[in-house]
């Protein structure tokens, strides 16, 4: 097998050949850089091999790959929740995973905790929780669907040398379960004799992969420790070249043929078993941790709660006494030609201020809206992107995680919205219909909401998402015409794309039926779309939004 | 096929759906475009016609989009006389005689305010108003 990128000189991997039996403890080990976390990656299919094939129980693997359940991978970066505990990380966890009744999903988590050690700990919250219970956490999580292929990544990494110990021990009796094989990347040289074998690699190339009892004989070291000073002393390609030319022993023998076999019936029983939740399930089990999190989190809670309260008391400080009441001109030509003049200027010196002041308002309202939207959802996928990816790789379908998102940002958005139309209406004095003008305001809280969502699901990291977030709202007012009217040609460009002008048009035609209606079109140069128009640009909006967020979310970002 | 962890998006998918919103978005706007003229199937008054020969076009409906100028008379049986002004493409400005029949009296009509109306040329030459609304 070889992994190449087109951008490095050298391939990551080359000439990668390895055999592991069921019910096998094996560990990937070599120096700093020398493709082990890449290998593993491979293995899981997170990183694509350029040349060469996979094979599981004799299934090619890129033809099909491993059923969600029978893949279990650690990473070495935390992929818990910190606000959640220990015994609700495992459970949202396993119903993400697998389709069980309440009571046997309850025997699922008990049993995992039970063999990961965790008894104690189930009911303390993950932030809290020390390196090595970390790591035993993530493996738990990963215990929940019973996987028969379970791979570690430096998951013994920078813990004490008690946590180290205990992790790999732990590790050691999972593999001898149920036919499974465990494969744990590391470049410790400790306890080299609770492995069932060895793999070292050096430079990408493959320079051992047996026995680790033969491990100093071979590289012709007297402790384990000699053995990467050895490695160094030689080019990898000679040591790979050596490795490739020596007589290795049959790939099956006895024993491991009634590995496979017992292994085979294990992994038949649990394909059974461990069926994936359907969508609607997952969708929901993510509303709901998504739900429990939101409420687990007093900063984000109090951010909300302060967002919704204040903007619109903002919005009402430029008219807390209610809208002026509108003088209209008189009709007949009766009077003189000076008192028909400035009966003109002071209805035009009217306009100009009640027709700013009602455009005003009502683009204020849904700026200030975008702004609710950007910042209910240009960190929701960014922010849960290692956890995400790792439900991806359990079993979890892009759709399902959206549509759970989208229930969760869907209440903001109508809180938000419903909020600002009532209390704004109350103070100012707007009339016209609530209904239709609650509806312009919920839509634009929406598709920014869900255009934020896709930004949040296509970046690599929270500032470039708020980044782009703001720039998508700081963007609307200029390019809306509200304020200062566009050149015709711009307008007509920029319009299609500006939520905000369509949420303010369809608003403003809320109130056609009144006289400051009239006098946002004296004032204003920019035509008005109708409101059914206005709610179908947004909806297209909304639209586009979430198909974007469902790209972002299912392609691969691993970090 | 790829396995799970790195699936690949057609790009023929991506530019079907991108192309799939855009036709979304044209036919809902050349449906709803209906609500921004309702009278948008109603051949428009060229005011120099109506200036040259009012009778030749009498019994004619046309649409109509102007500024109501002053109140000319008002009958409680018969309905308002407004003047209103028609402004041309070729930015030329056109006071014609509106009369909005008292069976429209629930409509607030006001001074500089546009208004966007269907109107038949009657046998006296004025504009008789059938639907009205503002643009």
Sequence with gaps: MEVSLPEAPLPLLSN???????????AILGPSGCGKST??????????????????????????????????YVPQFSCTQPL????????????????????????????????????????????????????????????????????????????????????????????????????????????LDFYDSVTILSAGRLIYSADPRD?????????????????????????????LHLPHPPEL???????????????????????LPSFPSQASTWFFRRLKLFLRDPAQV????????????????????????????AMSADSGVVDQLREALAFTIQSSRIGTLVSGLAMFQVILLALMGSNNSAREVVGDRSILEKEKLAGIRPGAVLLGMTLFLSFLVFLQSLWMTLFVRAVCQFPGNILAQFLPFFMVTGAITALCLGISSWSSSSEQASLGSLYLVGFQLPLSGAILALPDSLGTLTRPFISAYWAWSGYL???????????????????????SMALWILLIHFGLGLAFAYFGIRRSQWR | MARRAHPTTPSKLILSLVIGF?????????????????????????????????????????????????????????????????????????????????????INIQKNQTYRAKVRINDSGILLVEEVQKS
């Excluded at chain 1, 990668?16 to 094996?26: D, E, N, Q």
């Excluded at chain 1, 035609?509 to 409101?531: G, H, K, N």
Aim: net charge negative; aromatic share 8%; glycine share 6%.
């Design chain 1, 39 to 72: 290998l593993l990656k491979v293995i899981a299919g997170i990183v694509p091999h350029t040349s060469g094939s996979i094979f599981w129980h004799g299934r090619n693997l890129e033809e099909t790959d491993l059923p969600p359940g029978e893949l279990g």
């Design chain 1, 84 to 191: 959640l505990t220990v015994r609700e990380n495992l459970t949202y966890s396993a119903r993400l995973r697998r389709c069980a009744s309440t009571q046997e999903m309850s025997d699922i988590i008990d049993q995992v905790v039970e063999e990961t050690g965790l008894t104690e700990l189930q009911d303390r919250r993950a932030g809290v929780l020390s390196g090595g219970q970390l790591r035993r956490l993530g493996l738990a999580m990963e215990l929940t669907t019973q996987p028969s292929l379970l791979l570690a990544d430096e998951v013994t990494s920078g813990l004490d040398p008690k946590s180290e110990e205990e992790i790999t021990l732990l590790l050691s009796s999972l593999a001898q379960e149920k036919g499974r094989l465990v494969l744990l990347v590391t470049h410790s040289l400790r306890f």
């Design chain 2, 22 to 106: 855009l036709a979304l978005a044209g036919v809902g706007a050349y449906f709803f475009q209906k609500d921004a003229n309702p009278f948008r199937t109603v051949e428009k008054l060229n005011p120099s016609d109506y200036y040259e020969n009012a009778n030749s076009l009498r019994g004619n409906i046309y649409q109509i989009e102007g500024t109501i100028l002053n109140s000319l008379a008002w009958n409680p049986e018969k309905g308002r006389l407004f003047s209103i002004r028609v402004t041309t493409g070729d930015s030329k400005n056109w006071p014609l005689p509106i009369l909005i029949p008292s069976s429209l009296r629930q």
């Design chain 1, 215 to 243: 491990l100093t004989a071979y590289f012709n070291v007297a402790t384990p420790e000699g053995i990467y000073p050895a490695l160094a002393k030689r080019d990898a390609g000679t040591w790979a070249e050596e490795w």
């Design chain 1, 16 to 26: 990668i050949s390895a055999w592991y039996p069921a019910s096998h403890f094996g």
């Design chain 1, 509 to 531: 035609q809320t109130l056609r039926d009144t006289r400051f209606y009239d006098l946002v079109r004296s004032i204003s140069e920019t035509p008005l779309s109708s409101y």
């Design chain 1, 302 to 329: 109090f951010l909300q709660l302060s967002l919704l309260l204040v903007f619109p008391v903002i919005v009402t400080l430029f008219a807390y006494r209610g809208l002026p009441s509108v003088r209209n001109m």
């Design chain 1, 253 to 275: 023998t006895p024993t491991s043929v009634l590995d496979e076999i017992e292994s085979e019936i294990a992994r038949a029983d649990e394909e059974k078993s461990s069926e």
